[in-house]
């Protein structure tokens, strides 16, 4: 296995770093970018009430846009690890301060009040964690759903092959650092949807809906 020599990053400085130009970026990234994030909150009901809602990972609020025009007086709560990828979130949605409410932890140790939100999102946020992470991560997700609430979960996904390269990867690149497990790292290891499915399954969710596919670009929905 051949692998590119990158630095490794811890997350929260990754993203401080790059957040003055992280849209630019991602709409020449990103296939059909407006699509992508409109989608996003495709699955969601409109609504004027005041529903409560979480956004895993938000950073500087591309997806908030499109769910504020689904449910324009929603609560929303936001987590992020990056200040200054919140800081540029504050400043573009300063008219809506009443109704975001600003987070700055890792939502893997932050607690999150049970049967509480209506819809939880997470986008492009979730391929830098392993399987227990994640499992846990999922199971808390679940648990603080309401009985009907969704998660919607835009994120890249992988075949199965490069799957495993990603996780060979990451262990070679740890392997040259002092790695100090206690830190969260940035290094991209995006699953494959049999993974997927099975975490969403071992994590209690049944139902499993596709909303969008474009090359490793996906957008999906669980209860
Ligand atoms: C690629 S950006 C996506 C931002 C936004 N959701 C979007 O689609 O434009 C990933 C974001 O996830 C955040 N992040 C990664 N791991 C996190 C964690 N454990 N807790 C909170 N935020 C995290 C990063 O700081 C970054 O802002």
Request: with cysteine.
């Amino acid at each position: 296995m051949s692998i590119e020599k990158i630095d490794i990053e811890e997350m929260g400085n990754f993203f401080n770093l790059r957040a003055d130009g992280y849209e630019d970026h991602m709409k020449n990234t990103v296939k059909s970018f407006d699509k992508y994030y409109e989608l996003i909150s495709h699955p969601m009901k409109y609504t004027k009430e005041r529903i409560s809602i979480l956004d895993l990972g938000c950073g500087t609020g591309l997806e908030i846009e499109y769910i504020l025009k689904k449910a324009p007086n929603a609560e929303i709560t936001c987590i992020d690890l990056s200040k200054g990828m919140l800081n540029i979130l504050e400043k573009k949605y300063k008219d809506n301060k009443n109704q975001i409410n600003i987070i700055n932890e890792s939502y893997l140790e932050y607690p999150f009040n049970k049967c509480k939100y209506d819809y939880i999102f997470s986008v492009m946020t979730m391929h830098h964690f392993l399987y227990d992470e994640k499992l846990n991560l999922y199971k808390k997700i679940k648990q603080s759903l309401k009985t009907n609430g969704m998660y919607i979960e835009g994120d890249y996904v992988v075949d199965e092959e490069h799957e495993e390269f990603c996780l060979e990867r990451r262990e070679a690149l740890l392997k040259d650092i002092k790695y100090d497990k206690s830190k969260i790292y940035h290094i991209d290891i995006p699953f494959s949807f049999k993974t997927q499915k099975k975490l969403f399954k071992e994590a209690g969710f049944n139902d499993f809906n596709m909303v969008f596919s474009q090359g490793e670009h996906q957008i999906y929905t669980v209860k």
